[in-house]
């Protein structure tokens, strides 16, 4: 008898989320043998709750699933919702005895670390209550923080942006030759510093801006700071300095803290903004120069145009590559990215145990940051470089992006 399947979107969208979601579907469509229907959660496994499901089978039939690959955001709806810790909570069998309604056979759930919280408590539960219904996670997060995987995907088109973000604002700021000034881009990343590391990709010469690039892996001085803007402003009279939101003293206060408090989300996350306008006003108090901040925000998780073609296509292959995972009988697992080489770039896929990936960090090494703190090293260019490669072609419509709205 033909099973169904589900897939939930959770955490912080992508350039690249609905990729995996796409892959997923397409996949679960083509085993029509043994798939009977493929269903998506509205708003994660929140909206699961709610009631909150739709049949992805109309979106093959209309079309819709080619535009749906390079359409941005959460199309099914994101959520932040934490399972409880305690597996006998009434939660659980609400949620198994909706999954049984529906004659779901297997469960996939695309998001980062606190998804794939969400993925091991239900695989464990389903393990607990001898259900056979398989669990696997589909890494996404531009943060690059999830262990046991190369990379993860939304990771290559963020960094993409962020590095072009950045060579614009550096050919932007270096017209004004007389005019000294700091530009401050504060950009994503809480305790691991990959996004902000990739706008080291801005550069085409020695001494190009950024010339300061700032991690949360190693201690923020103020005072040491202060030093390498003045040596930097020697070298350009235009500095741009890029900034992780989370970067933090030697006491651990998020230097954003010192503009006040930043309040937590649901999952107890200190609410991480303003370090680079609290360093913007402390450069114009001290040194009476120019300055501004630029806080980069989402634009650097839902920007299309800088899609890395690259990224997309793993998103894809992560997608499916559940599914067939699924299939042949895995559970509480989640998609990983094993590369096999950097040059030419070859990445295959494999499974780790998601028990030991959810609420786990995976951080800059510190060997790929210059002793001074303030840079990354060759080998992080290495690294970062095949992510960002290729381009897309995103459908157009009256001069804008046609994307695909649900």
Known sequence: MKKNIIIGQSGGPTAVINGSLYGAVKRGLQESGSIGRVYGMINGIEGFLLGGCVDMGPLAENGDLERLRVTPGA???????????????????????????????????????????????????????????????IP?????????????????????????????????VSGYKNTPSVTIVEIMGRHAGWLTAASALARKFPYDNPLLIYLPETVFDIETFFVQIKRALTLTPNVL???????????????????????????????????????????????????RSVELNICQRC??????????????????????????????????FIRESDAPYVLKYGLADVNAICNAEKKVPLDWIAPNGCDVTDAFIRYALPLIQGEEDVPYKDGLPDFIYR
């Open 75 to 137: 199309y099914l709806g994101s959520c932040r919702y934490k399972l409880p810790e305690d597996l006998s909570d009434p939660i659980y069998p609400r949620i198994f005895s909706k999954f049984k309604d529906l004659d779901i056979a297997c469960f996939f759930y695309i998001g980062g670390n606190d998804s794939m919280d969400t993925v091991s408590k239900l695989s464990r539960y389903a393990e607990s209550v001898s259900s056979p219904l398989k669990v696997i996670g």
């Open 140 to 172: 996404k997060t531009i943060d690059n923080d999830l262990v046991m995987t190369d990379h993860t995907p939304g990771f290559g088109s963020a960094a993409k942006y962020v590095a072009t973000a950045v060579r614009e604002m550096g050919l932007d």
């Open 241 to 291: 300095v890029c900034i992780s939101e989370g970067i933090r003293d030697a006491s651990g206060k998020f230097i954003c803290e010192y503009g006040g408090d930043t309040g937590t989300d649901t999952f107890g996350h200190k609410a991480l903004a303003g370090a680079g306008k609290y360093l913007e006003n402390l450069i114009r108090a001290r040194e009476g120069i120019k300055v």
């Open 303 to 336: 920007s299309s145009a800088c899609l890395s073609a690259t990224d997309l296509q793993e998103a894809v292959s992560a997608g499916a590559f559940a599914v067939e995972a699924a299939l042949s009988g895995e559970t509480g697992k989640m998609v990983t």
